[in-house]
């Protein structure tokens, strides 16, 4: 694929289009000067979860890899594979063109589709990536007449499904129901709120190793691990850096 038809397919318009970086190699290849890209603090996050996971040789799945930054970046950190699930066919496309100009497709196996959570459980992998996919059920996927109550419990049925076909999981979701700040997911739209309805939820399924929360030092963002501190709702960080990234290990893989 050339460059020229990579970059037109990063820039198709789509709901969740320009919104993450290009991983660290590509963005060399790419000429991204002129291109409108809204970072979502990827590398930050990459950083925290490369602190605390382990993904050498690992077979990863990454659920709704948009345009494939950390798909990219694992596999450049020393993953054996990585299984790239994604529901946006441009988004695909982009990355199944960019794994050939990475001569990096043999260890990227791509699927154009939406993952169903109830009927994807027939392989297993190391480790699985979940970010900020499952606030979306029942408008980017799923039953579109989904009431906000069942929706929460799906999202928790959801993460107990992935515990039959990950070691690993690394979770994170946004507060607002289907991207709708008038839909709070919780009452007062804290992580407090966020982290025991993830606990208690999954607790007979996952084990929660690390909690990452983003903190502002010295004008950079950087994630740390949860405290008494950064627990509390810092509204000045806006909602995305709000959500809290759970790292966690399945009780019955």
Known sequence: MEIDELRKLYLEKSKHSNYQILSNRLSQIINIDKMLIKSRYESER?????????????????IGGNTGFFTFELIENGAESVHYYEGNYAHAEFVKGAAEILKVEDKIEITNDYFLFEENLDRKYDLVLLLNVLHHIGDDYGDKELLMGKAK????????S????????????GFNWKGNIQQCLFENGTKEEMISFIKEGTKDYWR??????????????????????NICR??????????????????IF
């Open 46 to 62: 990459l950083e925290y979860i490369l602190k605390n996971v382990d993904v050498k040789s690992k077979k990863v799945l990454d």
């Open 153 to 160: 419990e799906n999202i928790i049925k959801q993460l107990n």
């Open 234 to 251: 810092w509204d000045h960080l806006g909602e995305f850096l709000n959500r809290p990234i759970f790292i966690m290990e399945s009780l």
């Open 208 to 229: 929660i190793l690390k909690i990452g929360i983003a903190e502002l030092k010295n004008g950079t963002i950087e994630y740390c691990d949860l405290s008494k501190e």
């Open 162 to 173: 992935l515990a039959k076909i990950a070691g690993t999981l690394v979770f994170q979701m």
